[in-house]
């Protein structure tokens, strides 16, 4: 096991609730407008992660016990379905903080895709490190584009997940019916992970940090029976629906593959609702960003948080105890 997994399994141990437990707010500050301190108030706070095999469930349970060993606010994160849903339970008061992928929250405050409609009413703290979207098939599948995915058995992540957001508009931008020319399976990913491995699955959309541990599983168990293919033909097409979308490299290092492999990427944010009070925002984005190092000993994708970027979170409004925070 390497050192950044024993650190993560301690912060997990520490920092995770049970599955889909959430909890609303129990500050003394709960409403908006708080101090304009940048001092976190006491009480409790719940982290809203995603599937127990990524990246945001590891960094979730390394953030909360980060916030509850270094401020009054005692933190607990919770395994959710990520994106989406981590949105949509957020607004309902269900967590006080959630990670997102930037082009989920960007549908989220313009009341696009699967908030149509119904503009939420939240607030980046920061911008974070970046997901890599990760398409891994098996190799006799036929699959060498997105294109050939069609009649195929694919896992296109969570329901109500940011994978699944990404997958479908992949899809999309190759001319194909996530509903009707693929067979979609809407899996999480340690359901993925066994499907690729019992031969029930041809591949699998997954949008995460590197590494990603359930990936790094696959890759590991099947070895030559597993590769994965350059999306980034369909990269113009995704910038059309949302310019958060960029291109980025799986070096071949990350998961032992033969070369490296071209792909899209989006930044993730952390959310919170427009009421969270100021000095929490303001701590909480100061600790971030002061302690990188101890979040990155939970997992080698915080190395990819930066200060000078934190703020880059456009079309979802900054908070502005983090604006504090940041020197904004």
Known sequence: MRNWQKVAAAALAVGLVATGCGGKRTTSEAGGGGSAACEASDGRITIATGNSGGVYYVMGGGLAKLISDNTKLKAT???TGASVQNIQQLVAGDYDMAFSLADT???????????D?????????????PNYTQVLVR???????IRDMKGKRISTGSPKSGTEVIAHRLLQAAGLDPEKDVQAQRLDLAKTADGMKDGSLDGLVWSGGLPTAQITDIT????GE??????TPQLGALKEVNPVYDQGTILAATYGQPADTPTVVVPNVLLVRDDFPEGDACAVTKLIHDKKADLERVHPAARDILREQ???TDPVPVHPGSEDALGG
């Open 77 to 79: 994160a919770a395994e």
């Open 310 to 312: 934190a703020d880059r």
């Open 220 to 223: 590991t168990s099947l070895k």
């Open 117 to 129: 409609g119904k503009p939420q009413k939240v607030k980046a703290l920061t911008r974070l490190y």
């Open 139 to 145: 190799t006799g599948s036929g699959i060498e584009s």
């Open 105 to 115: 929250a960007a549908d989220a405050v313009a009341g696009k895709g699967a908030f």
């Open 226 to 231: 597993v590769k994965f293919i350059d999306i």
